[in-house]
Structures are given as structure tokens and as C-alpha cells.
């Protein structure tokens, strides 16, 4: 049959409370205009992030009840460890509380004035634990990485000749880093065949190969599909490829691994991962459970398994891809081809008439809450234009992100979202741009407050 259904029914409900659009437009003034500042039950439809916000199967429900909380070696920590190392065999697996301190962890030991972190496109919180040390990120994905209209089937493609030229030039890299799926440049994949090229300069040049590997199994997927010669193969065999191309990886469970929390850092380096282990001592807790409860650990641990299943995953990419394509239809420039775990929003494209540096993507961000009471999230110009100096400058691109998190909303919820971004389509010029009339220092998007200009 052609309809594709969710392979799975709903267990336990969540009511969503209505809201009005004058309830909102006053929702919107209090948040000054920033909607990561709203209460999350004055949204309908919340597709900020699918970063936690996925739901937990029958069977994780059941392993938290199997959680021990033992302080030191939880029989829970081994079972997480092993699904772990089941897909990804690194000799060492320390469990965080979420990705961001697995990369404060990993780059304050391996980060530092002078250095500079190659990844295809790093996340906000990367470049920012990258920067906090003094370090430099810099983003080598392929030109058409940067190009909302290429139909690239790989666009999280590391640029090889980019890294080469870096890695040639001398500079200081202690380690080079590849982001699968690339969450910044439009969730999109990285190949096998790229991560081999990257491989073989990181072998060529001494360099450690680290994965940022949040959603290792839609990237997965999408190697399956589309590169030549993976067609038939189990999505276990190629997350085991990629994972034996790299010596580490930083994880947020909260993504594939189908966790409302957690995350790891797993490497091979023994003396690396001892200081890893002594840092997350100190912030994070003992290396049997991280910033974790034990039942974390094992949610996780059946989340590694489900996340990797066929009949999962071709649900999730296809119903990704029919958000994207009704949007396609409706008008509504969206990044091709479409992403794994979101639809984006060329909001450039959609409003022209306004500056880069009046934030077309806050101002669909924000129109498509007041209209419809969905929450999107930009990634653009609010998210990346300051600069570690202090300048602004627009970001190579003004995107509008739809997360769509795990198993979570029906097919109605997301008609619903296609309706409100084609009445969003036909207003798209008569909105307004927005102005910053205060932000802090660094990650900016999360606390900046916005007027209307
Ligand atoms: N790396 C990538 C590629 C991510 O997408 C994220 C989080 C992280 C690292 C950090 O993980 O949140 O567990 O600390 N992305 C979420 C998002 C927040 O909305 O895309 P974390």
C-alpha cells in the first residue's frame, strides 16, 4: 500500500490546550518576542526541538522500572554500556546528562587558545564549548551544504579539500569533527564514501576522528537510500561502518536514542578518556552514571535498540519529507531535499523584503506562533550573527527549523502545521522585521529580547 503508517498506537495521551490568537499576540509581548521564553502550554503544536521531546515506548517505560540506582557499578550502567558498544564499539562509553557536557568535557581537554576544531557545520552549543575554551570552529561543509535549492543527496558533506587545505596549512586541529545528520545545515546526511575521504586525511595528518553523532540512525537511513551499493544492507551494519571509521564520538541521547535525557562521550584513547572520566568527576558525577539516574540508562539502552528499525525509521523519514513536500507545494521555500528530524524554513527566500540583519526567520518564527500557535525555531541569523569579537553579520543562511520529535504528533497535527505555514505564505510580505534590545554575551537565541521594528 502506498500510506505509510506509524508502526506503533498511542498508549497514554497528553491533552494540548487551545489557545486564541489575541491570547497569543499578548503570550508573544511578554516573551519579547523570543519563543523560547513562552510556557509551553500556551503552544499547540511545539516542534522547537525534537532534542527530549520524543515519546517513550511501552518498553522504555518498562527497563526505568528495572533502573538500579546504585552509586558506583549499577548493573544499568552495563546494560546502557552495551547497547552502546553494540553499535558503536569504543572501548570507553561515559554517560552525561546531555551532548553539550560531553563536549565540555572533550574540549576543554583537548580545546585551548591557539586551536581550531574542523566539524561540516557545527551546533550552536559545539561552537560555543569549542569557543569557550579560546579554541577556534570553523564549518568546511561543501559548498552545497550552504545552498537551500541544491538537491545534493549528501549536503552534511565535509569538504575535503577544505580540511585538507586546513590540515596542510598548519594549523593547530587536535582532533577534526563531523556533525551526522549536519542539524545546522538542514539536517542533512553525510556519506559513507565522505566519511572514508575525511578518515583518510585524519589518518594522513595524525588527527583523531570524532562523531557528533546525535542522529546517527536517520543519517543512517539516508546512506542506506541513497548511496550506491548500501541499499539492502541492515541500518545496524552501516552505524557500525561509520562508527568504526571515527576514534570517538559526542552524543545527545535526547535525539536517536530516543531519551527525554542523557547523552555520552565514547572514545578508544585510554589516557584521553581517564582525564575525560576526572572532569565529568567533577561536574558531572561517578563514570557509572553521569549526570544520569540508572533508569535513564536503561530507557536509553531499549531507545538504541528501537531507534535502529526499519519499519521506525521509514516512517520517520517519510513522514519528515511529507511535512517538507506539502510545504513545497503550498509555496513555502523549504530546504531540499528534506532533512531527517525537521523541515527548514528558507526564510530569506520567503521574506526578501527584509535585511538579514532584521531576522526574517524570528519574524516567520514568531508569525507562525501568533497564527497558528506552533513554535519553530530559527537558525540563522539571531542563532549564529554575532561573532566571537563582538561583530554581527548575517549567517550564510536564514532558516526556520520544524523539529519534528519521536513519535509524537499524528498525521492530523501535522496538516494542521501545513495550513498555518500556507496562511503564513500569503502574508509573508507584510511582515515585520525584528530588532535585539537585549542579549547576552554567547548562545544569544536562547535569552535575547526582540521588538518589532
Ligand atoms: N550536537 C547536535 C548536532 C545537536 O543537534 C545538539 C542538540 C547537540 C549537539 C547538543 O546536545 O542538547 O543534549 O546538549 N540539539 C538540540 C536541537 C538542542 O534542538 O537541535 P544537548
Not at 53 to 81: L, N
Not at 364 to 376: C, D, F, N, P, T
Amino acid at each position: 500500500f502506498r500510506t505509510i503508517i506509524e508502526p506503533f498506537r498511542i498508549h497514554s495521551v497528553e491533552p494540548i490546550r487551545m489557545t486564541t490568537a489575541a491570547e497569543r499576540r499578548e503570550r508573544l509581548a511578554a516573551a519579547a518576542y523570543n519563543l523560547f521564553q513562552l510556557h509551553a502550554d500556551d503552544v499547540l503544536i511545539d516542534l522547537l526541538t525534537d532534542s527530549g521531546t520524543g515519546a517513550m515506548s511501552r518498553d522504555q517505560w518498562a527497563a526505568i522500572q528495572r533502573g538500579d540506582e546504585s552509586y558506583a557499578g549499577s548493573p544499568s550502567y552495563f546494560v546502557f554500556r552495551d547497547a552502546v558498544r553494540d553499535l558503536f564499539d569504543f572501548a570507553h562509553v561515559i554517560p552525561v546528562h546531555q551532548g553539550r557536557a560531553a563536549e565540555r568535557i572533550l574540549f576543554t581537554v583537548l580545546g585551548g587558545p591557539g586551536k581550531t576544531v574542523p566539524n561540516n557545520t557545527h551546533f550552536d552549543t559545539t561552537r560555543a564549548n569549542v569557543e569557550a575554551t579560546g579554541a577556534t570552529a570553523v564549518d568546511l561543509v561543501i559548498p552545497e551544504g550552504r545552498d537551500p535549492a541544491s538537491r545534493h543527496p549528501f549536503k552534511g558533506n565535509m569538504d575535503l579539500a577544505a580540511l585538507e587545505a586546513l590540515l596542510a596549512g598548519g594549523a593547530d586541529v587536535p582532533c577534526v569533527f563531523v556533525t551526522i545528520t549536519n542539524n545546522s545545515g538542514g539536517g542533512q546526511p553525510v556519506s559513507l564514501e565522505n566519511l572514508r575521504g575525511v578518515r583518510a586525511l585524519c589518518d594522513r595528518y595524525g588527527k583523531p576522528l570524532f562523531l557528533d553523532a546525535c542522529r546517527f540512525a536517520e543519517n543512517a537511513w539516508f546512506i542506506r537510500e541513497r548511496e550506491a551499493g548500501q541499499g539492502g544492507r541492515d541500518v545496524v551494519d552501516i552505524v557500525r561502518d561509520i562508527a568504526a571509521l571515527a576514534d570517538g564520538m559526542t552524543m545527545s541521547a535526547k535525539k536517536d536514542p530516543m531519551g527525554n535525557i542523557g547523552g555520552w562521550l565514547a572514545l578508544d584513547d585510554p589516557a584521553l578518556a581517564q582525564e575525560c572520566r576526572n572532569l565529568l568527576i567533577l561536574t558531572e558525577g561517578f563514570p557509572t552514571y553521569g549526570g544520569l539516574a540508572g533508569r535513564d540508562l536503561e530507557a536509553l539502552a531499549q531507545g538504541l535498540k528501537e531507534v535502529v528499525q526499519h519499519d521506525y525509521l521509514r516512517y520517520r523519514i517519510t513522514s519528515t519529507a511529507y511535512l517538507g513536500e506539502a510545504l513545497q507545494q503550498a509555496g513555502v521555500p523549504v530546504l531540499t531535499p528534506i532533512g531527517g528530524h525537521a523541515v527548514y524554513i528558507d526564510a530569506r527566500a520567503l521574506l526578501p523584503h527584509l535585511d538579514p540583519l532584521h531576522y526574517p526567520g524570528q519574524a516567520v518564527a514568531v508569525a507562525l506562533y501568533e497564527l497558528g500557535g506552533v513554535r519553530s525555531c530559527e537558525i540563522g541569523t539571531v542563532m549564529f550573527g554575532r561573532r566571537p569579537d563582538g561583530a554581527e553579520a548575517a549567517a550564510p543562511m536564514d532558516l526556520v527549523r520544524l523539529a519534528v520529535p519521536r513519535r509524537t504528533y499524528t498525521q492530523s497535527h501535522i496538516d494542521y502545521v501545513i495550513e498555518v505555514c500556507g496562511c503564513l505564505a500569503e502574508r509573508a510580505h507584510r511582515l515585520p522585521g525584528y530588532r535585539i534590545v537585549e542579549e547576552p554575551d554567547a548562545l544569544r537565541h536562547f535569552t535575547a529580547r526582540f521588538e518589532p521594528i
